[in-house]
């Protein structure tokens, strides 16, 4: 099964769309937390450093997802797109128009899932 124009044509302005998105939340999350200074008591402290990690955090998911996103653009590019990454069969493109940003199938997805688990790298 091979993807159509269309159908990469929209994924490829959905990801487009995504990475606006996400380059603009990463902004102003910049944007939010540049200038806080550390000063007051032990408290202030601790909630100013609880904090920093989270922004750390949601920076790192962001940068993933970015990352996930130009390999998928870069996919559409050399015609790549549409093929799992793992065991090299299409991706369904229901599965595609849901997350156009996805590496694998959904079977393969499931056992990287399940291995995951099992390292206890996920929550149940």
């Known amino acids: 099964m091979t993807l159509s124009e269309e159908t990469k044509q929209k994924c490829r302005e959905m990801l487009l769309e995504m990475r606006r998105a996400l380059v603009n939340e990463a902004k102003a999350n910049r944007q939010s937390n540049s200038g806080r ?3 007051g008591d032990l408290c202030d402290w601790a909630a100013s450093n609880m904090e920093a990690e989270y922004v750390y955090m949601i920076g790192e998911r962001l940068r993933q997802k970015l990352y996930l ?3 998928a653009l870069g996919a559409i590019e050399n015609g790549d797109y549409g ?4 065991c090299g069969d299409p991706i369904s493109e229901k599965r595609l128009l849901l997350m156009p940003f996805t590496l694998f199938c959904v079977r ?3 056992e990287i899932e399940r291995q995951a688990r099992m390292r206890g790298l996920l929550a149940a």
Request: hydrophobic share 40%; charged share 30%.
């Open 37 to 39: 200074d550390c000063l």
């Open 69 to 71: 996103i130009k390999e």
């Open 83 to 86: 093929i799992c990454a793992e």
């Open 108 to 110: 393969c997805q499931a």
